[in-house]
T-cell receptor, first 109, second 113 residues
Framework: SQQGEEDPQALSIQEGENATMNCSYKTSINNLQWYRQNSGRGLVHLILIRSNEREKHSGRLRVTLDTSKKSSSLLITASRAADTASYFCATDARNQFYFGTGTSLTVIP | NAGVMQNPRHLVRRRGQEARLRCSPMKGHSHVYWYRQLPEEGLKFMVYLQKENIIDESGMPKERFSAEFPKEGPSILRIQQVVRGDSAAYFC???????????FGPGTRLTVT
């Protein structure tokens, strides 16, 4: 299936540390997006990276994309307790997006 | 500019009843997507619609589920004769174009008793 898969499934870090989560997918994509979901809430779009881009920054977020390895990583620097959430990658295949099962990030104050 | 709105936020139905979930996209957005999220799982694509057209419904179960996005009014996801396995959070997202960022609503949590 096209579904993105995040790794690790769960991550727990101290406030101030960096958090890195990875996403792998199976077929060619047009773009890859990262979303955040706080418990019981809707998803919030974080960042979109196109297939011809290798790296993108947005505030404390840094996303890389390696199309040869079919993988992406999301780095959150100087984490805060408010970053505690689930993070999903979504890959664009034709008319639809496929979401992985997410990485659950806990930032300990 | 109001975000994507979904209602109701919570819906409880008995087995065999019908569930109607509504989604109002962001102003200016003509593309709507529906996703389902089962407990402890990721989002699963269900259907992609533009105004008055279903573009891709490959993620929709073949029976009991239908979706529409009329020229006027919200997009509706309809589940007939609900079963316990339909209990999930249903998210709607909208975008201005087919390849743009999707903006998600808060979701409707459906519980089938």
């Amino acid at each position: 299936s096209q579904q993105g898969e995040e790794d690790p499934q769960a991550l727990s870090i101290q406030e101030g540390e960096n958090a890195t989560m990875n996403c792998s997918y199976k077929t060619s994509i047009n773009n890859l997006q990262w979303y955040r979901q706080n418990s019981g809430r809707g998803l919030v779009h974080l960042i979109l990276i196109r297939s011809n881009e290798r790296e993108k920054h947005s505030g404390r977020l840094r996303v890389t994309l390696d199309t040869s390895k079919k993988s992406s990583s999301l780095l959150i620097t100087a984490s805060r307790a408010a970053d505690t959430a689930s993070y999903f990658c979504a890959t664009d295949a034709r008319n639809q997006f496929y979401f992985g099962t997410g990485t659950s990030l806990t930032v300990i104050p | 500019n109001a975000g994507v709105m979904q209602n109701p936020r919570h819906l409880v139905r008995r087995r065999g009843q019908e569930a109607r979930l509504r989604c109002s996209p962001m102003k200016g957005h003509s593309h709507v997507y529906w996703y389902r999220q089962l407990p402890e799982e990721g989002l699963k694509f269900m259907v992609y619609l533009q105004k008055e057209n279903i573009i891709d419904e490959s993620g929709m179960p073949k029976e009991r589920f239908s979706a529409e996005f009329p020229k006027e009014g919200p997009s509706i996801l309809r589940i007939q004769q609900v079963v316990r396995g339909d209990s999930a959070a249903y998210f709607c997202a909208s975008s201005p174009g087919g390849r743009d960022e999707q903006y998600f609503g808060p979701g409707t949590r459906l519980t089938v008793t």
